[in-house]
């Protein structure tokens, strides 16, 4: 069955960028769309956003300024890049298949989630 | 955005007990609501999607209702592996927007 991996780094400074892809296994991300929400320690969960294996990509707005999501279907993974971080940035990110069919939209999939602290 | 609020925040329930849980959203979102379980240290599972459809795989002691504002997640008769928090998202708009989560204990 599909399964999704994040990787990237644990630790991101302050004003930096944070780098994650998400590797899917055991099917094609063509035809479906692939998304990226966190969740800060202790807290609940922050929908960022999602793209089509096309490219084309939706975002939230409160982050929309400063995130980028990008797919490559040859090498079956997506990316988040989140600008400019701060501590508030801290969270554990998970990547997540979207299942949008037949008045279906839900977030079927998901990674385990890897753990991004923002510090000098 | 659609605000989701869920209600109890936590809840204490024995093995055996019927729980329920309610989600409100701010606006109407038709039946665009799903429920996800989320254990320790683990990622989120769904559990129920489009209000009150059964996820493959998901014993049939949870089910879901509800349409418009309001909707609830049972629990029909509680099993040690349903500690866990329940978080609601609706998938109407833009941002995708999630509960704040309701954690369910062992009383």
């Known amino acids: 069955q599909v399964q999704l991996q994040e990787s990237g780094p644990g630790l991101v400074k302050p004003s930096e960028t944070l780098s994650l892809t998400c590797s899917v296994s055991?099917?094609?991300?063509?035809?479906?769309?692939w998304s990226w929400i966190r969740q800060p320690p202790g807290k609940g969960l922050e929908w960022i956003g999602y793209?089509?294996?096309?490219?084309?990509?939706t975002y939230s707005p409160s982050l929309k300024s400063r995130v980028t999501i990008s797919v490559d279907t040859s090498k079956n993974q997506f990316s988040l890049k989140l600008y400019s971080v701060t501590a508030a940035d801290t969270a554990v990110y998970y990547c997540?298949?979207?299942?949008?069919?037949?008045?279906?939209?839900?977030?079927?999939?998901w990674g385990q989630g890897t753990m991004v602290t923002v510090s000098s | 955005d659609i605000q989701m609020t869920q209600s109890p925040s936590s809840l204490s329930a024995s093995v055996g007990d019927r729980v329920t849980i309610t989600c409100r959203a701010s606006?109407?979102?038709?039946?665009?609501l799903n429920w996800y379980q989320q254990k320790p240290g683990k990622a989120p599972e769904v559990l129920i999607y489009?209000?009150?459809s059964l996820q493959s795989g998901v014993p049939s002691r949870f089910s879901g209702s509800g349409s418009g504002t309001d909707f609830t997640l049972t629990i029909s008769s509680l099993e040690p592996e349903d500690f866990a928090i329940y978080y609601c998202?609706?998938?109407?708009?833009?941002?995708?927007?999630f509960g704040q989560g309701t954690r369910v204990e062992i009383k």
């Open positions: 997540a298949r979207r299942e949008y069919a037949a008045g279906i939209d839900v977030f079927d999939i």
């Open positions: 055991g099917g094609s991300i063509s035809g479906y769309y």
């Open positions: 793209i089509y294996s096309s490219g084309s990509a």
């Open positions: 606006q109407r979102i038709s039946d665009y």
């Open positions: 489009t209000a009150s």
């Open positions: 998202q609706q998938s109407f708009s833009i941002p995708r927007t």
